[in-house]
């Protein structure tokens, strides 16, 4: 198979996988063979890290009447799956759930 992100060493003892995108995370194996025919195998598993991105950001500027509930929503993604943390004035809030909260 002749993937374009993939190449090996000269030698084979090294595989490089440039420009690592989601899907690539799969299993590699890698075999080894002496003149005695004697052999192993190990698999490795490339797992795909990326930077988090905001799926639904809060809003800059909520418009809230008095009175009613203000309800404030962040949802990111990522791998691995980011946490999402809030703060009041510099505080942290607890009792946040991990991908999305209502404060």
Do not use: M
Not at 1 to 19: F, G
Not at 38 to 62: C, H, M, R
Not at 88 to 103: C, G, K, M, W
């Amino acid at each position: 198979v002749n993937l374009p992100h993939v190449s090996l060493s000269s030698d084979h003892q090294r595989l490089t996988i440039s420009n690592v995108q989601k899907g690539h995370d799969v299993k590699y194996v890698c075999s080894v063979q002496n003149s005695a025919k004697l052999s192993d195998t190990d698999a490795i598993n490339v797992i795909f890290e990326g930077p988090p991105t905001f799926q639904t950001a809060p809003a800059a500027t909520p418009s809230v009447t008095e009175g009613n509930i203000a309800s404030l929503k962040c949802i990111a993604s990522g791998e691995p799956l980011p946490s999402i943390a809030w703060q009041f004035n510099n505080t942290a809030l607890v009792n946040n759930s991990r991908n999305s909260r209502v404060v």
